[in-house]
């Protein structure tokens, strides 16, 4: 692994998860993949210090790494089950993604950022962490390669994308937040049909937005 995950870092995370049960998260298995995920290897190395703070935090392009919070919560909504075949919509650092990976998911990750995209793509594998990463549109998904179990997005939106619906397995689920650019609700959204969804609410949350198209530089 590249880097370093110290006893100290260890204990941090520890000290993360704790935090995390405090605040609601109930289901081990998301605790324990938050608590094996070395975070602040993702981060900028001026904000170390904070990498085990339950607060998102910029890493270029104008984008953050998610709360731990708010990936624990995201995570817990989707359900995932050993094998899943997840589509994560905004890679963004990467953190996410080696989160379901360590819950022992098979993740395909899109990022519409080509800097955050070459960044992501070299870090994970030398953390030992091999989802398969994707250059393109969020609000397109990745048709070729569905239907997925899972879908995850990482991103607000004013709506659903058809595209990311159509992508989804009868029985699959689908974790994404819905409403204005200052604020959205967390949906959890299920598959009943070919042609019907069943959707929950969950709270409200922030995140940046989901814009269309790809930025190449």
């Known amino acids: 692994m590249i880097g370093r995950d110290s006893l100290r870092h260890q204990g941090m995370r520890k000290k993360l ?73 905004g890679t963004g650092s990467g953190y996410q993604a080696a989160v ?27 953390m030992g962490y091999f989802p398969a990463c994707f250059f393109g549109d969020g609000w397109e998904g990745l048709p070729n390669l569905a239907p997925f179990d899972k879908i995850l997005v990482t991103a607000g939106t004013d709506r659903i994308p058809d595209a990311l619906k159509s992508q989804l397995k009868i029985g699959g689920r689908m ?21 019907e969804f069943k959707t929950e609410k969950h709270g409200g949350f922030v995140f940046v937005p989901l814009l269309k198209g790809t930025v190449n530089h």
């Open 17 to 89: 998860v704790e935090g995390l049960k405090i605040k609601g998260i109930r289901d081990e298995k998301v605790l324990a993949a938050i608590g094996r995920v070395p975070r602040h290897l993702f981060m900028e190395s001026s904000f170390l210090s904070f990498a085990y703070k339950d607060q998102a935090f910029p890493i270029g392009a104008g984008q953050t790494i998610s709360q731990p919070f708010t990936v624990a919560f995201q995570t817990w909504l989707l359900q995932v089950e050993k094998n899943d075949r997840i589509l994560e919509i």
């Open 100 to 126: 379901l990976l360590e819950m022992g998911a098979r993740v395909f990750t899109l990022e519409r950022q080509m800097e955050l995209f070459q960044k992501t793509q070299a870090l994970l594998p030398e």
């Open 175 to 195: 974790v994404i937040p819905v409403g204005h650019e200052s604020r959205q609700e967390m949906l959890s959204v299920v598959r009943t049909s070919e042609e």
